[in-house]
């Protein structure tokens, strides 16, 4: 049976719109981040989403983890098809233009104490190595597979900055709340119209207002990568001149002539 929708339609529906809304607004609104700092933020986060989930969704889509309706992409690249690759960038997008809204960067050093970050990278490793062993499972397969692609990233996020992401958790959970809620919407539509389906046999069977538990972690999580990437990164340039090495590259990135 034809989905109703396709994939491109979700895009332009459902992801377009906002993020044209969204980039209006910090573009117009003196208070919000707009800029060469947060944009290269941004940018960075796009080609890491490009480069670092081609890998894990060219693994779980050909083990039948989730597939698509009939008709509802134009084209695949390996096996993932083109709106999905789009999505990569899209996301990224949607989620800053919603943290760009509310910017806040501490007055805080970037040297924090180093039991803090044994802690935060600790933590990101455990969820990688409870996600490999959950990779065994066939019903936890999909999970799995999640916390364990998860785990590096928030390892490295958490080792570097953890201290400072605690002193920002309210912003930080409203940066990353609004915008996976969205997304949680979108998906749940999504699949109940048949754009994409999720396998039963690869995920656990727990839904969270009616969404696969794994489709709602993988929002939360890429978001989560996200908010803290694009914080963390316009720390370490606001902190800039605690590295000496990195404040001469951040002042010939803005004024190439050195004035």
Same mark, same amino acid.
């Given at each position: 049976?034809?989905?109703? +929708?396709?994939?491109?339609?979700?895009?332009?529906?459902?992801?377009?719109?906002?993020?044209?809304?969204?980039?209006?607004?910090?573009?117009?609104?003196?208070?919000? %981040? %707009?800029?060469?700092?947060?944009?290269? #933020?941004?940018?960075?986060?796009?080609?890491?989403?490009?480069?670092?989930?081609?890998?894990?969704?060219?693994?779980?889509?050909?083990?039948?983890?989730?597939?698509?309706?009939?008709?509802?992409?134009?084209?695949?690249?390996?096996?993932?098809?083109?709106?999905?690759? $789009?999505?990569?960038?899209?996301?990224?997008?949607?989620?800053?233009?919603?943290?760009?809204? =509310?910017?806040?960067?501490?007055?805080?050093?970037?040297?924090?104490?180093?039991?803090?970050?044994?802690?935060?990278?600790?933590?990101?490793?455990? =969820?990688?190595?409870? #996600?490999?062993?959950?990779?065994?499972?066939?019903?936890?397969?999909?999970? #799995?597979?999640?916390?364990?692609?998860?785990?590096?990233? $928030?390892? =490295?996020?958490?080792?570097?900055? =953890?201290?400072?992401?605690?002193?920002?958790?309210?912003?930080?959970?409203?940066?990353?709340?609004?915008?996976?809620?969205? +997304?949680?919407?979108?998906?749940?539509?999504?699949?109940? +119209?048949?754009?994409?389906?999720?396998?039963?046999?690869?995920?656990?069977?727990?839904?969270?207002?009616?969404?696969?538990?794994?489709?709602?972690?993988?929002?939360?999580?890429?978001?989560?990568?996200?908010?803290?990437?694009?914080?963390?990164?316009?720390?370490?340039?606001?902190?800039?001149?605690?590295?000496?090495?990195?404040?001469?590259?951040?002042?010939?990135?803005?004024?190439?002539?050195?004035?």
């Amino acid at each position: 049976m034809t989905a109703p +929708l396709t994939y491109l339609q979700v895009h332009m529906l459902f992801i377009v719109p906002p993020i044209l809304v969204l980039g209006w607004l910090a573009y117009r609104r003196e208070e919000a %981040w %707009w800029g060469p700092k947060p944009l290269s #933020g941004l940018a960075i986060m796009i080609v890491l989403a490009v480069v670092y989930t081609t890998p894990w969704t060219n693994h779980l889509i050909p083990a039948d983890v989730w597939w698509y309706g009939e008709g509802a992409v134009i084209a695949r690249i390996w096996h993932t098809p083109v709106e999905e690759y $789009l999505f990569f960038v899209l996301q990224p997008i949607l989620t800053a233009f919603w943290l760009f809204q =509310i910017p806040r960067v501490d007055d805080r050093s970037l040297w924090i104490p180093t039991h803090h970050r044994v802690v935060g990278g600790l933590a990101g490793l455990a =969820i990688c190595a409870v #996600g490999l062993w959950l990779t065994r499972g066939t019903s936890t397969y999909y999970l #799995g597979w999640l916390l364990a692609w998860a785990g590096p990233i $928030l390892a =490295i996020q958490w080792s570097f900055g =953890i201290t400072y992401l605690w002193g920002l958790r309210r912003h930080w959970l409203l940066a990353v709340g609004v915008p996976t809620l969205y +997304l949680w919407a979108v998906d749940w539509l999504a699949i109940s +119209l048949g754009v994409w389906v999720i396998s039963g046999t690869h995920t656990v069977g727990l839904s969270l207002l009616g969404l696969p538990i794994e489709e709602a972690l993988f929002f939360l999580v890429t978001n989560v990568f996200l908010v803290q990437g694009i914080v963390l990164y316009l720390w370490l340039l606001e902190r800039a001149h605690e590295v000496p090495t990195l404040a001469a590259v951040v002042e010939r990135s803005i004024d190439p002539n050195g004035r």
